[in-house]
């Protein structure tokens, strides 16, 4: 199956249309839930058909605002094969539908696994879990300690996970100060994840533009280790192309970032 029908199929057959501005459109991904603890704000749910091959986990950590679900959207998109000049993008819902049916919850307060499988046609041969955590910050919840204990509740449960590949730290790239908060908050991450975790974490500096500058400076007073650095512009990937005199001006540019 070529990039170009796997993406047509997956349009069809998991995905609803949700928006359709200045000619790129926004397709809300169906996702089906396979395991589900409300008391534990705990979820795991398949995008595509499920199979048996390798699989690889990236966990997101980050503040409340900090860009996490721009990010997830985005590592979705690229591994459905998305482009830059694909006149749609991919999106995940931001929401959870309780068993109550009067009830909705925000999607951040959960930890939520997304597993996205691998087909034939996607760039990347390997199925890939995607794990979202609440914001540390987030005033919405009752306790500082609330996403240590989700986290230590969703590794310990039999939630498919068996080892990390990345922890993803997703800062912002203006980020320049970091207080004794933050700190306490990655520590506690830290003692959860294991002493060793800075070996496979990365740093995704969002929001960004040309400097990264004070947020690794940040992130390095704060004692965090990290492997790598990327920076990412969250403003792109659902930017219209517009069309008028001044496309192609506006499409170079879109490309250059």
């Known amino acids: 199956m070529e990039d170009a029908e796997l993406k047509k199929n997956f349009i069809e057959n998991y995905c609803v249309k949700v928006k359709d501005e ?14 589900k603890d409300e008391d534990g704000k705990i979820q795991v749910m398949s995008i595509g058909p499920v199979n048996e091959g390798p699989i690889k986990s990236v966990l997101l950590l980050g503040e ?4 996490k679900t721009r990010v997830l959207n985005t590592m ?27 009830q909705v919850e925000s999607q951040t307060e959960y930890i939520t696994a997304y597993i996205v499988s691998h087909q034939l046609g996607m760039p990347i041969e390997c199925n890939y879990i995607l794990i979202d955590t609440p914001g540390f910050g987030d005033t919405r919840m009752n306790h500082d300690k609330v996403p240590i204990e989700r986290l230590t509740i969703f590794l310990t449960n039999d939630c498919g996970i068996d080892d990390l590949n990345c922890v993803a730290l997703v800062a912002k790239a203006n980020q320049n100060r970091v207080t004794s908060y933050q700190i306490q908050m990655l520590e506690d991450f830290t003692s959860v994840l294991g002493s060793n975790i800075g070996d496979i974490t990365q ?6 533009t040309d400097d990264t500058s004070a947020v690794v400076d940040v992130v390095k ?13 969250n403003g792109l990937l659902y930017d219209p192309l517009c069309d008028g005199l001044l496309q192609n ?9």
């Open 22 to 35: 200045e000619g790129l459109i926004t397709y809300e991904i169906n996702t089906e839930v396979i395991h």
């Open 64 to 67: 409340t605002g900090a860009g």
């Open 249 to 257: 001006h506006r499409h170079a540019y879109l490309t250059y970032r």
């Open 221 to 233: 007073h704060a004692g965090v280790q990290f492997v790598n650095l990327y920076q990412f512009d």
């Open 203 to 208: 740093l995704l500096a969002t929001f960004a």
């Open 76 to 102: 979705i998109n690229h591994l459905l094969g998305v482009n830059f000049d694909d006149n749609f993008r991919f999106q995940l819902k931001d929401y959870v539908e309780s068993d109550d049916l009067l």
